[in-house]
């Protein structure tokens, strides 16, 4: 089974949110912004990921610098409120992973000793 993760970034806190291929959400949780937390979470289903799609917030750079490190496939979703109705409307439309990705980071370009 594939499984797709999201994280909702915002300033203190995320929400981290997987699904399945049929959109049915199996876990979510609100972490703090840690990447040893978060990256303890993703680890529990690290076999059946097929990638993480962070909101490119003015923030994300730690984030996906910490992902990409641990090894994860990292996408970008535009912050347009998608990843909103992603984590909070029960019964929502998901709309499919790769309508939300705008653009994967190049790890030879981000990296963590860059910012």
């Known amino acids: 089974m594939k499984l797709y993760s999201g994280i909702d970034l ?49 923030n994300w750079y730690w984030l996906v610098d910490g992902l990409m490190a641990e090894g994860y496939t990292v996408h970008l979703a535009k912050p347009n409120g998608e990843m909103y109705a992603w984590f909070t409307c029960h019964g929502a439309k998901i709309p499919p992973y790769l309508n939300l990705l705008t653009w994967k980071p190049d790890p030879a370009v981000f990296s963590n000793n860059i910012f």
Do not use: C, Q
């Open 10 to 58: 915002h300033s203190t806190n995320s929400y981290l949110a997987i699904m399945d291929e049929g959109g049915k959400r199996i876990f979510k949780e609100k972490l703090p912004n840690d990447i040893a937390t978060i990256t303890e979470r993703l680890s529990l289903y690290s076999g059946t990921l097929e990638g993480v799609v962070v909101e490119s917030t003015y």
